[in-house]
């Protein structure tokens, strides 16, 4: 390969990596603050955030393959960390004295005030769920085949979705809610994550294979 098209390969990698990693991290936040809402749908209790949230595996797993594992774990330990800086910065921001002429001080306190807790739930649900889903991941692309793509992005994710639900709906609204409840919007997570998987398994073609093996 060149010099020339040793950098633009490289520059492919950064473009790419970036945008992932992006879209990946905003995709976490906005999720946590939707999941302050909660719907009912077809007789589901289910927090707003499901409906966006699934896309992060996928994601996840497009940064593992055109950036490798260790850079899919970075990326996890990253948006756990920007996620817990937006809950303090909402609780300051709640804390701060308001302005009477604005008179929606109770209101922000109210709303973004719980995101606290939901925050911390699914910063731990995210990074145990992620580093499991990676961990799959890695073993299928190494141990068993790099190829049917499709395949390791399914496999990861039916592992790692349940986990990831299980530990989120129980973290974020177990108790505060009543147990029918963080039940049903722990089946709703389930079957809407389930379905934006299969929606978003072509996605994994989206970027190139990584071409050196990992050896990490």
Request: hydrophobic share 55%; proline share 3%; glycine share 6%.
């Amino acid at each position: 390969m060149s010099a020339s098209s040793t950098e633009k390969h490289i520059r492919d990698i950064s473009t790419a990596g970036i945008v992932v990693v992006s879209i990946y991290i905003a995709a976490q936040m906005l999720s946590d603050i939707a999941s302050l809402k909660i719907a009912l749908i077809a007789g589901f209790s289910i927090d707003a955030g499901t409906f966006i949230y699934p896309i992060t595996f996928t994601l996840r797993d497009l940064v593992h393959k055109r950036l490798g594992k260790q850079a899919a774990r970075t990326v996890i330990v990253l948006a756990a960390g920007i996620n817990l800086f937006m809950v303090l910065l909402f609780q300051f921001a709640a804390w701060l004295p308001e302005d009477p002429s604005w008179g929606m001080g109770s209101e922000f306190a109210a709303i973004l005030g719980p995101v606290w807790r939901i925050v911390m739930a699914s910063i731990i649900a995210e990074v145990i769920a992620e580093l499991i889903d990676t961990e799959i991941y890695h073993l299928w692309v190494t141990r068993i085949t790099r190829r049917y793509q499709w395949a390791r992005v399914l496999v990861s994710n039916s592992i790692s979705v349940p986990i990831d639900s299980l530990i989120f709906c129980w973290g974020a609204f177990g108790f505060a809610l009543p147990h029918s409840v963080v039940w049903s919007i722990f089946f709703a997570n389930i079957i809407v994550k389930g379905l934006v998987t299969l929606v978003s398994l072509p996605g994994i073609y989206l970027v190139k294979e990584r071409q050196e093996a990992e050896t990490n």
